[in-house]
């Protein structure tokens, strides 16, 4: 079976770094994805990561590591508009490529 | 980049009405496109995989003749809820790849908000 597992909540401080964990169990690994949700919105591509190691993109980097299950979204610098949720994915190419979300981790961030 | 457009984005409408949602590709062709449910303060819950010319393929627990999912052409899939009650008001969001590549993320719709009163 697929699990994967992510804080539900989240508080940080603007202009603070914050770090987003997502553990994961799944029968094959394709990569895993991140995406940023806004309140009432459709979620927005952030990432992809499918060897382990660091992937820097602005103020957003995502860290992966296969033998741990591991994953995690980096955010710098944070500002108020980063205030949303953040959802990682695993997709299964084995079945159409469709995605397996966790929970998400709603991330609050104060002035 | 790829673009999903979904259509409408809210509904409200009687119950026992049944409603369809249109999911379209603007700029490339998606042989599968996915649909979503999302209630609120919750993660997105995949319902089926949309695919172009043949049936659709439903998750665990999901009614195939609640939901009816055509997928007609290389860019448009439709869903719509069958005589719609009150706990079918629920946030929908299609989705489609943008290649076949195994980096090739998922784009989303804007989601269309469905109340049943």
């Known amino acids: 079976g697929q699990n994967i597992d992510q804080p539900t909540e989240m508080t940080a401080t603007e202009g603070a770094i914050v770090q987003i964990n997502c553990t994961y169990q799944t029968s094959g690994f394709n990569g895993l994805f991140w995406y940023q949700q806004h309140a009432g919105e459709a979620p927005t591509f952030l990432s992809y990561n499918v060897l382990d190691g660091l992937e820097e993109k602005g103020r957003f980097s995502s860290f992966l590591s296969r033998s741990k299950g591991y994953s995690y979204l980096l955010l710098k610098e944070l500002q108020m508009k980063d205030s949303a949720s953040y959802l990682c994915a695993c997709p299964f190419y084995n079945q159409g490529g469709k995605l397996i979300f966790g929970q998400g981790t709603e991330l609050s961030v104060k002035p | 980049g790829a673009v999903v457009s979904q259509h409408p984005s809210r509904v409200i409408c009687k119950s026992g009405t049944s409603v369809k949602i249109e999911c379209r590709s603007l700029?490339?062709?998606?042989?599968?496109m996915f649909w979503y449910r999302q209630f609120p303060k919750q993660s997105l819950m995949l319902m089926a995989t949309?695919?172009?010319?043949?049936?659709?393929?439903?998750e665990q627990g999901v009614e195939k003749d609640k939901f009816l999912i055509n997928h007609a052409s290389l860019t448009l899939s439709t869903l719509t809820v069958t005589s719609a009650h009150p706990e079918d008001s629920s946030f929908y969001i299609c989705?489609?790849?943008?290649?076949?590549?195994?980096?090739?993320?998922?784009?989303f719709g804007d989601g269309t908000r469905l109340s049943i009163l």
């Open positions: 949309s695919n172009e010319g043949s049936k659709a393929t439903y």
């Open positions: 700029d490339f062709q998606a042989t599968t």
């Open positions: 989705s489609a790849r943008g290649g076949t590549g195994g980096n090739q993320p998922q784009h």
